[in-house]
């Protein structure tokens, strides 16, 4: 019911995820993002939210991708009907798609990016996204934007094959104020978004932005 893509930006350590969905709410069950630890997306025909907190705490205890992967639906009874897509601080990615989850569905692992989806309207949206998202990056669209068209990119494709209803994106990096914008319910939501964030590349936001503390300047005003 979701296509997602995580990716992280090697020349400041940011790591994003972009998500959408044919049901409501997409950003309150498939993100989990933490700076310098990694990026997991909880997803499927029936979505086991715990994966990304418990993940994260094993990827910060010292677990690399693939052991927190396997770790989580070794001990999940229902992970046939479960998708995971998670990548870690240095670039590395790992996923689960299990057998349940309705057609089409399927994951890419590629150096610093997952993506995957499931109900899914044809078998070239997940490759469509990582192009897109590629594309983006060549063409010197900076990394957030470059997300954006990752998830644009798959809607056009053909996304969830129910039709988008809300979508998200959220960037995080080391000593940084995140990127956290969510469309819960819209008939456009992948439109509703890229308006989103373009208010927040004007300059009045900008500049309240810029001003805000961050762990390396904490006194800022």
């Known amino acids: 019911m979701t296509y997602s893509l995580i990716a992280k930006d090697p020349q400041t350590n940011a790591l994003g995820l972009v998500t959408a969905t044919g049901n409501l709410a997409v950003g309150g069950f498939v993100p989990h993002l933490r700076a310098g630890v990694g990026a997991i997306a909880t997803q499927g025909f029936s979505t086991n939210y715990w994966y990304g907190g418990n993940g994260l705490k094993q990827l910060e205890n010292g677990e690399n991708a693939d052991s927190v992967v396997k770790n989580l639906t070794d001990a999940d009874k229902g992970r046939d009907y479960r998708q995971m897509l998670l990548l870690d601080a240095k670039g590395n990615g790992a996923a689960w798609t299990g057998h349940a989850n309705t057609a089409h569905h399927a994951h890419i692992i590629a150096p610093n990016l997952v993506a ?79 308006r989103l964030y373009d208010m927040t590349q004007q300059s009045d936001y900008q500049s309240f932005f810029v001003r805000l503390p961050t762990p390396d300047h904490p006194h800022q005003h």
């Open 116 to 194: 995957g989806g499931n109900i899914l309207a044809n078998d070239e949206v997940i490759p469509t996204m990582k192009s897109g998202f590629e594309q983006a990056l060549k063409n010197g669209v900076p990394f957030s934007r470059a997300l954006l068209c990752a998830l644009k990119a798959a809607f056009e494709a053909g996304g969830d094959k129910r039709g988008t209803s809300s979508a998200v994106i959220k960037v995080v990096a080391p000593n940084a104020l995140p990127l956290d914008l969510r469309v819960d319910d819209h008939p456009q939501p992948i439109t509703e978004l890229h």
